[in-house]
């Protein structure tokens, strides 16, 4: 009686194993790139939050260098914000920023609540002029925009709200807000609006009741977008301003830098206070920011 043998594998059952093998190198390598461009991305920043916590004996060009300081200290924080009025820069680019990102979520439903649901002549026209909008960079538009605002007596005011105002009314909305509110208002079933229509409810009901409520993760992304574009914003403001009081973070830091030309570890320290409001925000918002980015606005 001989000894039964093994049958031997069949293509079919090796082909499951390779697939699964290219699987795993394919999602190493993306994997890879991915942490790469994670340590390229916070890389920078991690350096100069370390450069902002090192004592004033500690060499900061030191090689290798050293990520970790070994005696942390925050007197860099503390000295930076009594130096320069960093407090009165908070201030006035918290005022600022808010107003913009206010203004931008209600203009940008306003106007886009008729181009998504609305049938209206030249609404194709209109939607396509906004669009062209994004294609024209702020450089372009500048020089008119600042004859505009100084024929406004908009610009060097003697009123601090007619400053403020200045700062403000270029980036009260935006075509790419109006763009990506419209997109998401375009996915809500017409079902939703026919029903509150029946029930009585008006086209103000029907915006502030049914689709705000449905797209509030788009909302909070344009928030985020408009939030760090305006927070981050120089060139305007450098322009427009010519008070002190009426600096906002970004105009501060280049006079913090020209203040501490040699002291990096109160330029680092400056700049560290001047992201911080960002990367709150956008924790704050991070549900809704992910959820309107990845779903489109809508959930099943």
């Known amino acids: 009686m001989t000894a039964p043998t093994t049958p031997a594998l069949s293509p079919k059952t090796q082909v499951p194993a390779q697939i699964h093998l290219g699987t795993l190198v394919r999602q190493a390598t993306v994997y890879t790139l991915l942490a790469l461009l994670a340590l390229a991305s916070v890389g920078p920043f991690l350096w100069l939050v370390s450069t902002a916590l090192k004592s004033p004996d500690a060499n900061i060009f030191a090689f290798p260098p050293e990520l970790v300081p070994t005696r942390p200290t925050l007197q860099n924080f503390a000295a930076v914000w009594q130096a320069v009025p960093l407090g009165l820069y908070f201030a006035n680019s918290v005022l600022v920023t808010g107003s913009a990102v206010i203004f931008n979520l209600i203009f940008s439903t306003l106007a886009a609540y008729p181009l998504a649901r609305f049938e209206f002549a030249g609404?194709?026209?209109?939607?396509?002029?906004?669009?062209?909008?994004?294609?024209?960079?702020?450089?372009?538009?500048?020089?008119?925009?600042?004859?505009?605002?100084?024929?406004?007596?908009?610009?060097?005011?003697?009123?601090?709200?007619?400053?403020?105002?200045?700062?403000?009314?270029?980036?009260?909305?935006?075509?790419?807000?109006?763009?990506?509110?419209?997109?998401?208002?375009?996915?809500?079933?017409?079902?939703?609006?026919q029903s509150a229509v029946l029930d009585g409810c008006n086209s103000w009901q029907v915006l502030t009741q049914i689709y705000v409520p449905l797209i509030k993760p788009t909302l909070a992304t344009l928030a985020?977008?408009?939030?760090?574009?305006?927070?981050?914003?120089?060139?305007?403001?450098?322009?427009?301003?010519?008070?002190?009081?009426?600096?906002?973070?970004?105009?501060?830091?280049?006079?913090?830098q020209g203040a501490f030309s040699a002291n990096w570890r109160l330029i680092a320290a400056g700049t560290v206070l001047a992201a911080l409001p960002v990367i709150v925000f956008f924790f704050v918002l991070q549900r809704y920011f992910m959820s309107g980015t990845l779903s489109g606005s809508l959930k099943g």
């Open 123 to 193: 609404k194709n026209q209109v939607f396509m002029a906004i669009l062209a909008t994004m294609m024209i960079p702020f450089q372009v538009i500048m020089i008119p925009l600042y004859m505009i605002m100084l024929h406004l007596n908009l610009v060097d005011s003697a009123s601090a709200i007619g400053g403020y105002l200045g700062l403000i009314i270029p980036f009260v909305v935006s075509g790419f807000g109006i763009f990506f509110v419209r997109q998401a208002m375009v996915q809500i079933p017409r079902d939703l609006e």
């Open 224 to 256: 985020v977008f408009t939030f760090i574009a305006n927070w981050g914003e120089f060139l305007w403001p450098s322009i427009v301003l010519s008070k002190q009081t009426m600096y906002t973070l970004p105009v501060g830091l280049v006079h913090l």
